[in-house]
């Protein structure tokens, strides 16, 4: 407990004195609680215990115990500063807590290195550790990287396509409405939200004056057009940081019923993520004004994607979709007016 507590002192030197006060505490009495716990059980280890598998669980539990302490702690204090009870940082501290509890694995390995090797045993593998972290950390800065990235090629979009940029960035709205109604994991969610801001990527190869035509496209204009997810996916195949957003980026404008473009896929062989897409992609079309005709009215666009559901949308997703709609500004849909999408541009 003492050593939690000197050590979380310690730790990021650069923060304010009440914020390392409060987590030295806060391990120190979580660590003391889980020690109290397993010592309860078993006031002394022979090596003999090793091999009982109730050590085992009686570990887990106290080191769970632990996590979910100081996860505890956290979220109270986050609860007071921000004076409401925040779903959403609930939910990424549950997450928080699962991925902290690969620790538990490693302090296992740790006690029983420590009873067969003694300290000998715990150094060596904490200098292990010391080399497999950054192969550990990669994940974590890979995704980092993504989003640096993700900005940074955005804002040369923005500049290049402002429509396209600015319909993605609306489509992203409505698609992490959908995705928390749909109570998605937050690195779903966080992943579908991406590959809002990549879904017509293909369109870079598409003449500006096409895409913003204010009369009806020619034949050959329109199948330039629909020939975007395909352009897209074939640009962006080969690159890692896109294989994510794959199935998003070609499917989108496929139809359940078959109909749509470019693979002519049915049903669940559209993926997932691209049957979301596909509903709010329209539903941005549809409502926001465009420099040569008015937006419709959102209860219209409602209407419209209650009216494919089941040809061009999955049914399903529609009704989440709507539900979400209903959550965010009320239970009538009939009465949703353009004036809500103030928020959304
Ligand atoms: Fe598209």
Redesign the pocket.
């Known amino acids: 407990m003492i050593f939690m507590f000197v050590s979380s002192f310690l730790i990021n030197v650069k923060k304010e004195w009440y914020k390392k006060l409060f987590n030295a505490s806060k391990n120190g009495i979580a660590i003391f609680t889980a020690s109290f716990i397993f010592h309860y059980f078993f006031p002394s280890i022979t090596l003999y215990d090793l091999y009982n598998p109730f050590l085992l669980i009686i570990l887990m539990i106290s080191t769970l115990l632990y996590e979910i302490l100081t996860m505890l702690f956290v979220f109270i204090v986050v609860t007071i500063e921000k004076r409401k009870f925040d779903v959403n940082s609930f939910i990424s501290a549950v997450t928080s807590t699962k991925s902290a509890y690969l620790t538990v694995f490693l302090g296992i390995i740790n006690v029983v290195l420590f009873y067969y090797t003694n300290l000998i045993g715990v150094a060596l593998f904490t200098f292990l550790i010391y080399f497999i972290r950054p192969a550990l950390q990669y994940r974590y800065i890979f995704d980092n990287e993504l989003s640096t990235y993700t900005t940074f090629i955005l804002h040369i979009l923005k500049q290049m396509d402002p429509i396209t940029y600015g319909h993605s960035e609306r489509v992203k709205y409505w698609t992490i409405l959908m995705a928390k109604k749909m109570k998605l994991p937050q690195s779903e969610i966080r992943q579908l939200s991406q590959a809002a801001s990549w879904?017509?990527v293909?369109?870079i190869e598409i003449p500006l004056n096409i895409i913003d035509k204010p009369s009806k496209l020619t034949d050959e204009e329109y199948a330039l057009m629909k020939s975007?997810?395909e352009v897209g996916y074939q640009l962006v195949k080969e690159m890692h940081f896109f294989k994510k957003f794959l199935p998003v980026i070609r499917c989108?404008?496929e139809k359940i019923d078959g109909t749509g473009y470019p693979m002519g896929l049915k049903g669940e062989e559209i993926p997932m993520h691209a049957r979301i897409m596909a509903i709010t992609?329209a539903f941005d079309a549809m409502t926001y004004d465009r420099s040569y005709r008015q937006g419709m009215p959102l209860k219209d666009a409602v209407e419209e994607l209650l009216r494919y559901s089941g040809t061009q949308f999955d049914e399903n997703l529609v009704k989440v979709f709507i539900e979400a709609l209903k959550d965010k500004f009320g239970d009538n849909y009939e009465k949703y007016t353009k004036e809500l999408l103030s928020e959304v541009s």
């Open positions: 879904h017509d293909g369109k975007h997810p989108h404008h992609d």
